[in-house]
């Protein structure tokens, strides 16, 4: 039950992501100018018949926020009461601290006028609780605690025998989207989505002829893919050959290969239709997604750093203690008996 209840903050966290992107797609950051309050109101009593034009993307973005925190608050809480491992229960509370520090970042966003720093910040946190998100959701799946599927249907801990390269390849991959991502989110708040306008060629060219600092994050944004593809083509090629049977591995390779080409069609699209909201918006959320799911399969290829960790506590419901405690006495009073046995004369006759 905690696992499908990550899922669920995980598939919140999704929704959030959507509609913190689409308030800068639609140029909405300001529609609400105070924070905490919304026009004065309470945030959750605001009327919806004022939720009009780019108020409700905004007013929207609040509410999503607010109960995906309030979902982070109950996991966090949730790990710490029934999950084992202490280190799980800090990280709980690390990702109920991210997502704390990710709202405090979008109020400062609002009461400052979007500058461009606190907004690429605000971004770049908004990716890392989703993947805090997402690795708690992977630590408390049956696959990370008893060990992944093989090809005989038996749960062993396959990942000790993933290769040191490809743990890695994941890690450097894993980098280099987030990388990437940090600077679409700089590109994206400082009006630099359209510095090139043109696509494949920049400017009519396979380089811009001019330069500026728009121009330089656009272009640095469309190298950055480049590198992105190659680097996520090599960890699913490299995946593929060491064992394609590894459904663990070689599963989310493909849908990281599937992710990563439509992420650059979006991006393509992005730029053709001069930024369509709702195109540049699921950009940013497919971008998420690539991001982790390189993230799964690099936690993945390291399980083993964590897997004699991985020890829950046994079922102690009521009719299963009195089976243990039964089975703890008899097991107790079985060698006393055997002595007593031994101890008695042999009463049988002579033969």
Known sequence: MLHKFAKFVVASTVLLILAGSLVTSHDAGLSVPDWPTTYGWNMFTFPPRMWVANIFYEHGHRLIASSVGFLTIVLAAWLWMKDPRRWLHWFGVAALGAVIAQGLLGGLTVLFFLPPAVSTAHAALAEIFFCMTVAIALFTSPGWIHGFENDDDSRVARSQSVALPLRRLATLTTALVFVQILVGATMRHTGAGLAIPDFPLMFGGLVPDHWDAKIAVHFAHRLGALIVAAAVLSTAIYTWRSDINRVELANPALKLVLLTILQVILGALTIITARNP??????????????????????????????????????????????????????????????????????????
């Open 278 to 351: 709702w195109i540049n918006s699921v950009h940013v959320v497919c971008g998420a997604l690539v991001l982790t799911t390189s993230l799964v399969i690099t936690l993945r290829c390291w399980r083993d750093r964590f897997a004699d960790e991985v020890r829950l506590k046994p079922d102690v419901t009521p009719a299963n203690a009195v089976l243990a405690l039964r089975s703890a006495v008899v097991s107790r009073l079985q060698p006393d008996a055997d002595r007593v046995g031994a101890l008695q004369p042999d009463r049988r006759g002579p033969a």
